[in-house]
């Protein structure tokens, strides 16, 4: 497990990105429902990355099996739900904090 940074290159502190997802239809008895929430899934320093605990356990060249379930463990993505806000007709924004080399998937 590694951890790459280009030499020489700041790492920026997190970013707030707005997705905007546009062409949304729904409709209860007529009234337009945007979905008030969102699906995120992670991968970055702080989600579905085993590479903290594996520094934490020491580097272990070779780990024991209840640390590699642990690694296993930290590594899972997990999907979290954020909130939509509408930001046009039949249109919704998320709006994520985003880390330099961190990747999400959002689902509305």
């Known amino acids: 497990m ?7 290159v700041a790492i920026a ?6 997705l905007q997802f546009t062409g949304l239809s729904g409709s209860e ?10 699906l995120v899934v992670r991968v970055d320093d702080t989600h579905a990355n085993a590479q ?9 060249e070779y780990p024991t099996r209840v640390q590699i379930q642990a690694l296993k463990d930290a590594s899972r993505m997990q ?9 046009g007709t039949g249109a919704v924004c ?7 080399y961190g990747v999400a998937l959002v689902a509305v």
């Open 2 to 8: 590694s951890s790459f940074q280009p030499s020489g």
């Open 13 to 18: 502190n997190n970013t707030d990105v707005t």
């Open 52 to 60: 903290p605990l594996w520094l934490q356990q020491g580097r272990p």
């Open 79 to 87: 999907a979290d739900t954020v909130p939509t806000t509408p930001c």
């Open 94 to 100: 998320v709006t994520l904090s985003m880390p330099a």
């Open 29 to 38: 008895a007529g009234v337009q429902s945007l979905p008030a929430s969102a």
